[in-house]
């Protein structure tokens, strides 16, 4: 099962909100069913 760019992006942002929610820093990575890592710069 692959995930869509919009998938993605909408686990980012609730990764995100998370790290701000627990006043931390927090890597973020994505992978697809394939292990394949998207990368997104912000």
């Not at 919009?6 to 820093?25: F, G, N, P, R, W």
């Amino acid at each position: 099962m692959n995930i869509t760019l919009e998938q993605a992006e909408k686990m980012i942002k609730v990764a995100k909100q998370k790290s701000v929610e627990l006043d931390t820093k927090m890597n973020i990575a994505i992978v697809d069913a394939g292990a394949n890592l998207n990368i997104k710069k912000s």
